[in-house]
């Protein structure tokens, strides 16, 4: 059994999911976590390349931690399934005796902000629970992984694994009227859209500019929590930016779509100070004449362009400070349990 995930990419209105808004999103095909689950004695978990334990100096090992952070596969597989095996207690399934060997591996860059850890945490779950052949409301999918890693100590929304679990394009609302829960598992309403209504997006990433978003989020939460202006009401702009984003893409308005991915960026950058090698990839884009906006909290932006010669001039301004730049592929819809 393997289930392959998607990397994410956010439009318009991150990072208000985590503050009861609305964001657009996007998966992205170009990058993904697979999860491969095959019977076995017992669980193990199989250790990927990112799961080494050694390095060339203690000055490397902690260059490495400073930049991608502390957490590898493995804890997030068993984040996810030890939030699985809960779930399946509560929701009084039936038990699950079987056994097996869980492996993985993944494409997305790390701390770029394309949500790399919760892709390989919604693949691990997407795999057990067909191979278990248990039903699993997909609604519930992307609230087990947000559980899954809050029980690691992550602080994040919603946005990144309902986007990771149903793929396509989503639109997502999570204002408190909008919220419902089971099995004490809370998730908003979902709305999805025509890819067919986007202008052509592009990706670049940069590793250079890789940085752990955990900082930056419990700056944002603990400012939002004091009721800093800044803040509060930057995410109320952020969730207004998103409802029109939406139906920007149901009407297929390209140009106003474009404006929204800008002003979704400009209203974050007032919030909260950036780093300044992921504003510089922001300001030599926008320079080349497309819309940009971080693709999550790291080192990725995205945006619309409008043709080849666009994206040629994009690639001129990006490549040189060491950028990867491609034409964003939008990650089709899933339709299976789970």
């Not at 059994?1 to 990397?7: E, F, G, L, Q, T």
């Not at 804890?75 to 699950?96: F, K, N, R, T, V």
């Not at 997502?172 to 979902?190: I, K, N, S, V």
């Not at 803040?231 to 409802?243: N, P, R, Y």
């Given at each position: 059994?393997?289930?392959?995930?998607?990397?994410r990419a956010g439009l318009v209105g991150n990072p208000s999911d985590g503050y009861n808004g609305r964001v657009l999103?996007?998966?992205?095909?170009?990058?993904?976590?697979?999860?491969?689950?095959?019977?076995?004695?017992?669980?193990?978990?199989?250790?990927?390349?990112?799961?080494?334990?050694?390095?060339?100096?203690?000055?490397?090992?902690?260059?490495?931690?400073?930049?991608?952070?502390?957490?590898?596969?493995?804890?997030?597989?068993?984040?996810?399934?030890?939030?699985?095996?809960?779930?399946?207690?509560?929701?009084?399934?039936?038990?699950?005796?079987?056994?097996?060997?869980?492996?993985?591996?993944?494409?997305?860059?790390?701390?770029?902000?394309?949500?790399?850890?919760?892709?390989?945490?919604?693949?691990?779950?997407?795999?057990?629970?067909?191979?278990?052949?248990?039903?699993?409301?997909?609604?519930?999918?992307?609230?087990?992984?947000?559980?899954?890693?809050?029980?690691?100590?992550?602080?994040?929304?919603?946005?990144?694994?309902?986007?990771?679990?149903?793929?396509?394009?989503?639109?997502?609302?999570?204002?408190?009227?909008?919220?419902?829960?089971?099995?004490?598992?809370?998730?908003?309403?979902?709305?999805?859209?025509?890819?067919?209504?986007?202008?052509?997006?592009?990706?670049?990433?940069?590793?250079?500019?890789?940085?752990?978003?955990?900082?930056?989020?419990?700056?944002?939460?603990?400012?939002?929590?004091?009721?800093?202006?800044?803040?509060?009401?930057?995410?109320?702009?952020?969730?207004?930016?998103?409802?029109?984003?939406?139906?920007?893409?149901?009407?297929?308005?390209?140009?106003?779509?474009?404006?929204?991915?800008?002003?979704?960026?400009?209203?974050?950058?007032?919030?909260?100070?950036?780093?300044?090698?992921?504003?510089?990839?922001?300001?030599?884009?926008?320079?080349?004449?497309?819309?940009?906006?971080?693709?999550?909290?790291?080192?990725?932006?995205?945006?619309?362009?409008?043709?080849?010669?666009?994206?040629?001039?994009?690639?001129?301004?990006?490549?040189?400070?060491?950028?990867?730049?491609?034409?964003?592929?939008?990650?089709?819809?899933?339709?299976?349990?789970?």
């Open positions: 059994m393997i289930a392959r995930v998607p990397a999103s996007v998966g992205v095909d170009n990058y993904a976590a697979e999860v491969e689950l095959t019977p076995s004695e017992g669980v193990s978990i199989t250790p990927a390349e990112g799961d080494h334990a050694e390095w060339e100096s203690l000055s490397a090992l902690t260059d490495e931690s400073n930049r991608y952070g502390y957490m590898g596969g493995i804890p997030l597989i068993q984040g996810a399934l030890a939030a699985y095996s809960a779930y399946i207690d509560q929701a009084e399934l039936l038990p699950i005796p079987d056994g097996f060997r869980i492996a993985y591996r993944t494409s997305i860059p790390r701390q770029v902000g394309l949500a790399g850890s919760s892709a390989i945490v919604v693949a691990t779950l997407r795999a057990v629970i067909q191979y278990h052949g248990v039903r699993v409301p997909a609604s519930v999918v992307p609230s087990l992984a947000l559980d899954a890693e809050t029980r690691l100590g992550i602080t994040a929304g919603l946005q990144d694994r309902v986007v990771q679990a149903y793929g396509g394009v989503v639109a997502m609302d999570f204002r408190q009227r909008r919220m419902q829960t089971e099995h004490g598992l809370a998730y908003g309403e979902y709305r999805f859209l025509d890819p067919a209504g986007l202008p052509p997006l592009y990706l670049a990433w940069s590793a250079a500019a890789a940085a752990d978003s955990a900082i930056m989020h419990g700056v944002l939460r603990a400012r939002f929590h004091a009721k800093d202006w800044a803040v509060t009401s930057g995410m109320k702009m952020l969730s207004a930016l998103a409802e029109q984003a939406e139906e920007a893409v149901r009407t297929g308005d390209h140009d106003t779509l474009g404006a929204l991915i800008d002003q979704s960026f400009d209203v974050r950058r007032r919030m909260i100070a950036l780093p300044q090698k992921q504003l510089e990839m922001v300001e030599r884009a926008r320079s080349a004449g497309v819309s940009a906006t971080f693709a999550g909290s790291g080192g990725a932006i995205v945006g619309a362009y409008r043709g080849v010669e666009h994206m040629n001039e994009l690639q001129a301004r990006l490549e040189p400070i060491g950028a990867t730049v491609a034409r964003l592929a939008v990650a089709p819809e899933f339709s299976g349990n789970a």
